[in-house]
């Protein structure tokens, strides 16, 4: 296999501005397929900018974006998305959401909602309403309903952003068995260190506005088993200090 059909997104020397805000500079990255890429970096820095650029959501202004080796030019169902909110319809059931994201012509609708309802544990969920579900079962649909259009690529955006640390936790662990399950590549970003750790196989650390990649760090294989011991903490004392490396913090603190 040569290295361009081994890459599911090529980034280099991207930028991006939005009118005279410089919003991202200087990107240049390249994810395997398959892999699992956590993105971190503080509030506003273009972290959603970046994700929405690869899902063909947003513009790029300058440099190059290839995702499966072709340019990105608008939405496609091979890219998924899932966003902080689940963004499913209220009036609709699960099934009735999830067949929406569906191409109107895909034969198969009711058994990839079946089958994606089961990956996320929410089999029996099918008929309900979105007001029923709990935060983590809606985003747990959110998924499922991105994962319908079997796409080569996720796209998760804080996907657990508003959810409690307990249902956060158990949500990290379903997203690393549907990932191996699956075998996407997923981009994650979040604001949560140890989720960018426990889930990605490399961690990007972005600075703040204009955002560019400060460090990439990869993951050991056992940080994603165990996240207590001194590989997990070694690890995230090192992104901690990368990421308010050279930022202006807002209280007196040593790192
Ligand atoms: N469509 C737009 N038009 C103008 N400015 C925008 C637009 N979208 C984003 N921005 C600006 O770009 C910057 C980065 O926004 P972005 O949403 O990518 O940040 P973020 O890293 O995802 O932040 P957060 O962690 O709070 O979600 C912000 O200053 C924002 O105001
Ligand atoms: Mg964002």
């Known amino acids: 296999m040569n290295h361009i059909s081994e890459t599911a997104v090529h980034i280099s020397n991207l930028n991006k501005s939005f009118d005279d805000l410089k919003v991202l500079t200087d990107i240049s990255l390249d994810i395997k397929k398959g892999e699992f890429l956590s993105v971190i970096g503080v509030s506003g820095c273009g972290k959603s900018t970046l994700l929405r650029i690869i899902g063909g959501l947003e513009t790029k202004t300058e440099g190059t974006l290839l995702v499966n080796g072709q340019e990105v030019e608008k939405p496609s169902r091979k890219i998924g998305f899932v966003f902080q909110d689940h963004r499913l319809l209220p009036w609709l059931t699960v099934e009735e959401n999830i067949k929406l ?29 979105p007001g029923q579900l709990s935060g983590g079962m809606a985003q747990r649909v959110a998924i499922a309903r991105a994962l319908s259009n079997k796409p080569d690529i996720l796209l998760l955006d804080e996907p657990f952003g508003a959810l409690d640390a307990m249902t956060r936790i158990n949500m990290q662990q379903e997203l690393r068995r549907i990932w191996q399950q699956e075998k996407i590549t997923m981009i994650l970003i979040t604001h949560d260190i140890e989720e960018a750790i426990f889930l990605g196989e490399r961690v990007v650390v972005l600075s703040s506005r204009p955002g560019r990649i400060k460090k990439t760090v990869p993951i050991e294989e056992i940080c994603h088993i165990q996240r207590t011991g001194t590989a997990f903490s070694s690890t995230r004392d090192l992104i901690f ?7 202006e913090l807002p209280f007196a603190y040593t790192i």
């Open 241 to 247: 200090k990368e990421f308010f490396r050279d930022e």
């Open 101 to 129: 994201a569906l191409d109107r012509n895909q034969p198969d609708a009711d058994r990839l909602v079946k089958e994606n309802l089961e990956l996320v544990g929410l089999g029996d969920f099918a008929k309900s309403y």
